[in-house]
């Protein structure tokens, strides 16, 4: 059975051994995913033991895809952040939503009551909030639509509240989305820039060995 990530456990591969293996399965996993290949991330998990997330943070993630944004702010106080500004930043994504879709349904009453009792309390943003208060006088949702900074509710926002909340939080709780692809690009950029008859950057490098062009090549690479 995957077990809960520890934060280092010590363990490295890699010629340098500067590699963790905790980390490294699980931008692996989180890869295998992406790609759509989900029983294979699920194998990797169980028969490293090391899962991509944690099962708090699993619930965090269907909480605000659901739009449970009072259980979504309950879950965000346990995934371990002792940082108090990035958990209040958090909190006022989430209830920043809540309190849209509150007003974009017609229920201006339980949205004031959010950013009077929930939002405001937390101390920061406050031209935001101020902002927000201005929503209250929007005459109906398409008006709404139409206020700066605001698109929506639905499917679709709530899965932008989640990468701006994965962006905030540290990547250790939520790794950063396509970190693999990242990581494979930059260093295939690294490559290109240090090939010293490089000349073009419009096509794709191989990945199976090290870019390197040679003198006679001094052409746009094929």
């Known amino acids: 059975m995957a077990r809960d990530l520890p934060a280092n456990d010590g363990e490295t591969v890699g010629a340098q051994g500067q590699i963790r293996k905790v980390e490294f399965v699980r931008i692996i996993v989180q890869a295998l995913f992406a790609l759509g290949y989900h029983q294979a991330g699920a194998t990797l998990e169980e028969e490293s033991g090391i899962r991509l997330q944690s099962p708090v943070v699993t619930k965090f993630r269907e909480d605000v895809l659901a739009g449970r944004w009072d259980e979504s702010v309950a879950t965000l106080a346990k995934l ?4 108090e500004e990035i958990l209040k930043s958090a ?3 989430i209830l920043q939503q809540k309190f849209v879709e509150s007003l974009e349904s017609g229920d201006t009453i339980g949205g ?3 950013l009077r009792t929930e939002i405001t ?4 943003n406050i031209r935001r909030v101020h902002q927000l208060a201005s929503f209250t006088l929007c005459s109906s949702s398409e008006v709404l639509l139409e206020s700066v900074e605001w698109e929506g509710a639905g499917q679709d926002y709530r899965q932008r509240v989640l990468e701006e909340l994965q ?3 540290p990547p250790s709780i939520m790794v950063p989305e396509k970190r693999l692809e990242h990581l494979v690009e930059q260093a295939l950029e690294v490559q290109r820039e240090s090939c010293l008859f490089h000349i073009s950057a419009d096509h794709a ?3 199976y060995t090290d870019h390197r062009c040679t003198r006679k090549q001094r052409r746009p690479c094929k």
């Not at 371990?80 to 940082?83: A, F, L, R």
């Not at 309390?121 to 920061?124: D, V, W």
């Open 80 to 83: 371990g952040i002792s940082e």
């Open 205 to 207: 490098l191989s990945l």
């Open 121 to 124: 309390p937390l101390g920061i």
């Open 167 to 169: 962006q905030l939080l």
């Open 112 to 114: 004031l009551k959010t």
């Open 91 to 93: 909190s006022f994504l």
